[in-house]
């Protein structure tokens, strides 16, 4: 069936992949009316009980301890012990830690209800969980032990942070055999895998995590005669924060960049004329769904029914057989602004010649479409090395057709975020304005002398080395590399 595993690492990548999963419920037919536009194999899980099938997302989510919120991992699968007839038939003292409360929303869904979109807020939607409609298999639901939800600080000891890269390889290994299992107990229930995401934010410790989870993926089932055909893609998700820790970003970068067959690092857009007033580029909510559209593009091609289109070819049409030029740096959320109909049957109202002859005549061209700027390098005059567009049918200069481009924002659980939301589009690019940001990246490094920064990038020379081979890798025809020690 052609299908699809994602890892979440982090809670940012569970509020992106939230949405993501809502649109896949929404695909579900309860009715015998409705048509099946989307196969539901490609990215849930169906198993049959008593007749009835239940869908799970083939999803593996790794988080802080905590960081479910009011999720437990047995929540929807097993009742509720009574906390009180356990602890006085064990002769036990209760302690009860401060769990977060279901919202409204959340409530809606377990009664069976349908829920409304104005019960979500910014405040009580800081978990993703607060929005997420399927539930998930218990095994599916990982927990880093040491840190806590939600700003990553370690139980013992309160200064040290989940923000360094060595900190999420070291904590990798602490889960590497659970979820180990977990991916291949996933891997022997599928008929036929297209790949691998794996989303993950990047200027912290998930950077390191996620480094270290696809090397293992990687090699241990991805690294050998047909296996290597396989699809590992990486989303890299940029944090809002005003200072960041940038050698981890770059590290994370440049390791998920070598590991992966294609990776997408998206940034987060402060505002733009796409966006509403309402948009607030700190709340994880507003983030994870706006991020979630451009996904959802390539996700509704993975799935849809009519014309579907693998991973695998949307990889090749970006990389060309370039396969160390992973890198998508150029990545836009489009909407095509429709002409205004004229309400007046060709007749002029309030007509004023003198305007006319001040003026001019007003142009009859469509005004061009609004943009998001996802990608970590803005539309420039840099030479294009490869390109996919991504819109409904009549696009101009589409590469691949997805007729339901705007359906992730349709979702009662996405936040009113756009000015309009309809007339989607989606644009990938690969082009030569990486260079100038893998420049920056190799002189920070060139830089770098003290021990605790070393402890960051591990062998300075060789990721220099990697950063320039990825250099060459944009570089068309000759460039002068003399600006490589400044």
Same mark, same amino acid.
């Given at each position: 069936?052609?299908?699809?595993?994602?890892?979440?690492?982090?809670?940012?990548?569970?509020?992106?992949?939230? !949405?993501?999963?809502?649109?896949?419920?929404?695909?579900?037919?309860?009715?015998?009316?409705?048509?099946?536009?989307?196969?539901?194999?490609?990215?849930?899980?169906?198993?049959?009980?008593?007749?009835?099938?239940?869908?799970?997302?083939?999803? =593996?989510?790794?988080?802080?301890?905590?960081g479910y919120g009011f999720l437990g991992k047995h929540e929807y699968h097993e009742k509720k012990a009574d906390a009180v007839q356990l602890a006085e038939a064990y002769g036990a003292v209760l302690q009860r830690a401060p769990k977060p409360e279901k919202n409204e929303y959340q409530k809606c869904l377990d009664a069976c209800h349908k829920p409304e979109r104005s019960m979500?807020?910014?405040?009580?939607?800081?978990?993703?969980?607060?929005?997420?409609?399927?539930?998930?298999?218990?095994?599916?639901?990982?927990?880093?032990?040491?840190?806590?939800?939600?700003?990553?600080?370690?139980?013992?000891?309160?200064?040290?942070?989940?923000?360094?890269?060595?900190?999420?390889?070291?904590?990798?290994?602490?889960?590497?055999?659970? /979820?180990?299992?977990? $991916?291949?107990?996933?891997?022997?229930?599928?008929?036929? =895998? !297209?790949?691998?995401?794996?989303?993950?934010?990047?200027?912290?410790?998930?950077?390191?995590?996620?480094?270290?989870?696809?090397?293992?993926?990687?090699?241990?089932?991805?690294?050998?005669?047909?296996?290597?055909?396989?699809?590992?893609?990486?989303?890299?998700?940029?944090?809002?924060?005003?200072?960041?820790?940038?050698?981890?970003?770059?590290?994370?970068?440049?390791?998920?960049?070598?590991?992966?067959?294609?990776?997408?690092?998206?940034?987060?857009?402060?505002?733009?004329?796409?966006?509403?007033?309402?948009?607030?580029?700190?709340?994880?909510?507003?983030?994870?769904?706006?991020?979630?559209?451009?996904?959802?593009?390539?996700?509704?091609?993975?799935?849809?029914?009519?014309?579907?289109?693998?991973?695998?070819?949307?990889?090749?049409?970006?990389?060309?057989?370039?396969?160390?030029?992973?890198?998508?740096?150029?990545?836009?959320?489009?909407?095509?602004?429709?002409?205004?109909?004229?309400?007046?049957?060709?007749?002029?109202?309030?007509?004023?010649?003198?305007?006319?002859?001040?003026?001019?005549?007003?142009?009859?061209?469509?005004?061009?479409?609004?943009?998001?700027?996802?990608?970590?390098?803005?539309?420039?005059?840099?030479?294009?090395?490869?390109?996919?567009?991504?819109?409904?049918?009549?696009?101009?200069?589409?590469t691949f057709t997805n007729n339901y481009m705007q359906e992730a924002a349709e979702q009662d659980s996405f936040p009113e975020i756009f000015v309009q939301a309809a007339n989607f589009g989606a644009s990938l690019k690969q082009t030569t304005a990486m260079r100038q940001k893998l420049k920056d990246y190799r002189k920070v490094i060139s830089r770098v002398r003290l021990p605790? !920064?070393?402890?960051? =990038?591990?062998?300075?020379?060789?990721?220099?080395?990697?950063?320039?081979? $990825? /250099?060459?890798?944009?570089?068309?025809?000759?460039?002068?590399?003399?600006?490589?020690?400044?």
């Amino acid at each position: 069936m052609h299908e699809v595993i994602t890892f979440s690492n982090s809670q940012s990548s569970g509020h992106l992949l939230a !949405q993501l999963y809502n649109v896949q419920a929404s695909h579900l037919v309860y009715s015998n009316g409705r048509k099946t536009v989307h196969s539901n194999n490609v990215f849930l899980s169906p198993t049959s009980v008593n007749g009835r099938t239940k869908y799970y997302p083939r999803a =593996i989510n790794v988080e802080f301890s905590g960081g479910y919120g009011f999720l437990g991992k047995h929540e929807y699968h097993e009742k509720k012990a009574d906390a009180v007839q356990l602890a006085e038939a064990y002769g036990a003292v209760l302690q009860r830690a401060p769990k977060p409360e279901k919202n409204e929303y959340q409530k809606c869904l377990d009664a069976c209800h349908k829920p409304e979109r104005s019960m979500l807020t910014k405040e009580n939607t800081l978990c993703w969980t607060s929005y997420s409609k399927l539930v998930y298999r218990p095994s599916s639901l990982a927990e880093l032990p040491d840190f806590q939800s939600p700003e990553g600080t370690h139980k013992n000891f309160a200064r040290l942070r989940f923000d360094e890269f060595q900190i999420g390889e070291n904590e990798y290994q602490k889960v590497q055999k659970d /979820i180990g299992d977990v $991916l291949r107990a996933n891997l022997e229930a599928l008929d036929n =895998i !297209q790949g691998v995401n794996f989303v993950s934010e990047l200027d912290n410790a998930w950077g390191g995590f996620t480094s270290e989870l696809m090397t293992d993926v990687k090699d241990e089932y991805f690294n050998n005669g047909a296996n290597n055909k396989h699809c590992l893609w990486a989303y890299g998700l940029y944090s809002p924060r005003a200072t960041k820790n940038l050698l981890t970003e770059i590290r994370s970068f440049v390791e998920l960049a070598r590991t992966a067959t294609l990776f997408l690092p998206l940034v987060v857009p402060e505002t733009c004329s796409l966006l509403s007033v309402s948009y607030d580029h700190t709340s994880p909510w507003h983030r994870g769904a706006l991020q979630s559209v451009l996904v959802n593009s390539l996700w509704g091609l993975n799935s849809q029914l009519e014309l579907p289109v693998r991973m695998a070819a949307i990889e090749a049409e970006l990389v060309k057989g370039f396969d160390c030029r992973t890198i998508v740096n150029e990545i836009e959320l489009l909407q095509e602004k429709k002409p205004e109909k004229n309400d007046f049957f060709g007749l002029v109202q309030d007509v004023n010649i003198l305007d006319f002859y001040q003026t001019g005549p007003k142009s009859s061209k469509i005004p061009a479409s609004e943009k998001a700027q996802l990608g970590v390098n803005q539309s420039c005059s840099a030479k294009q090395l490869s390109s996919v567009v991504i819109g409904p049918q009549g696009t101009e200069n589409c590469t691949f057709t997805n007729n339901y481009m705007q359906e992730a924002a349709e979702q009662d659980s996405f936040p009113e975020i756009f000015v309009q939301a309809a007339n989607f589009g989606a644009s990938l690019k690969q082009t030569t304005a990486m260079r100038q940001k893998l420049k920056d990246y190799r002189k920070v490094i060139s830089r770098v002398r003290l021990p605790r !920064q070393m402890e960051v =990038i591990r062998d300075k020379d060789e990721l220099i080395e990697e950063i320039s081979m $990825l /250099i060459e890798e944009y570089t068309v025809g000759y460039s002068d590399e003399s600006d490589l020690d400044e």
